[in-house]
């Protein structure tokens, strides 16, 4: 029988009015299933630290921590994790230091209108500090859940320009940031798949298409996470609420970087439920 997954919003730009919990411009998710917890992006500081221990949640006994890709509001919380991690625990046991996945290029060094919006913590820091597994293919954490890697970009109305955004490569040049790093996570559900987005820069219908390839599994139950709709294009709105639309999907739960009007226009296409910090749920 597949093991169900819990998910625990840490941090989200919305706080819900009835939760003594504060949010950020940021995203970071806890997840549990099949006897791991997994600790999804950081957010923009170490606020979800402060929301984890308000929620009663530790943070020390952590599998793995994954990152959806290098921007600083999904990254900005790596450094207090560490200094969390490094502090004496309430029985003097040392916590347990979780294996950090992610693609190659998450910690290059990123910008944006010509300041820093990348991870503050380089890669030799992180190795310093983790074990680390960086990688464009695919990685099972579990039997049923996947972190996606390298999303191929298959639907053109989802391309997007880079824009100011550059990423400066090994050699010390810089390119145009078409953000190859953004990535997913899957998790296969008695439903269908649950896919753990971050921002969905690799656009959510690449991403979704790309989670059924690899899990072997059409059925998609639910999407959580951000998509990347602040203002898009009418064609490119259109199209993804259609394709959305075909999945009949149980629940839509689109946050952090998806605008008021993008959500009330995606109701019309799917069920759109709430996110705030310190909702639950589970699949």
Known sequence: MTPGLTLTVLIDNTCLADRDFCGEAGLSFLLETG??????????????????EKMGLSLRDLDFLILSHGH???????AALTRHLAGATPDRSPPRVPQLIAHTRCFWPKEKDGRNNGSEVSEAEIRHQ????????????????VFLGEIPRRFPFEEGG????????PDGSAEPDHLPDDTALAFRSAEGLVIITGCSHAGICNITEYAREVCGEKRVADITGGLHLLAPEPKRFTKTGKYLNRLHLND??????????????????CPMQ?????????W
């Open 274 to 282: 709430e996110v705030g910090v310190g909702m639950k749920f589970e």
């Open 252 to 269: 839509l739960h689109a946050c952090h970087c998806t605008s008021l009007p993008a959500k009330l226009a995606l109701a019309d296409y």
């Open 162 to 169: 880079p824009g100011t955004r550059k990423v400066f490569l």
């Open 72 to 78: 600083i509001d999904h990254t900005g919380g790596l």
């Open 35 to 52: 006897g791991k917890k997994i600790l999804f992006d950081t957010g923009l500081s170490g606020l979800f630290i402060t929301n984890a």
């Open 130 to 145: 983790y074990p680390t597994s960086l990688s464009e293919k695919p990685v099972w954490i579990t039997d049923d859940l």
